[in-house]
C-alpha cells in the first residue's frame, strides 16, 4: 500500500480554470459594450442616423430606459429634449408588436415626429 504518486491530476485545476475564464469573458463583453443587454430584431434594409438621437429602450420585461438611464416616468424623462430630436427606439425583439406600437405612439403624442427602431442587419 506504499506507492508513490508518480504525477498530479491536474483535471480539477482545468475545470476551475475554464470556469474562470468563462467569468472573464462573460464580464468583460459586458463592460466593453457598456449597453443594456436588448435582443434587437433583424431586419434586411436599415438606414444610418445622421444625428445623434435620443434613445429609449424597451428591454423584454417592459422596463423603459432613455440614454441608459432607467426611468419611471418617459414624459418627464423627454421633457427638457426639443421635439426636432430624432428618437430612437431599441425595443426587445422577444417583445409582442403592441408594447413597441404603444410606445412609439406615447413618444409621438408628446411631439417627436422622428422616431424610428433600432435593428440589427442581416
Known sequence: ?????????????????LV???I????ATFIVTGRIPVDLAEARHA???????VVVTLTLHKAIYVNERP????????????????IVVRADGGLELRAFVELADRIKGMGFDQV???VRRL
Open 1 to 17: 500500500m506504499d506507492e508513490d504518486i508518480d504525477g498530479i491530476n491536474v483535471v480539477p485545476l482545468v475545470d476551475v480554470m
Open 20 to 22: 474562470l475564464l468563462t
Open 24 to 27: 472573464v469573458l462573460t464580464t
Open 47 to 53: 438606414g444610418s442616423a445622421l444625428e445623434r438621437p
Open 71 to 86: 426611468v419611471n416616468d418617459l414624459a418627464a424623462a423627454l421633457a427638457p429634449v426639443g421635439r426636432a430630436t430624432p
Open 116 to 118: 424610428a427602431l433600432e
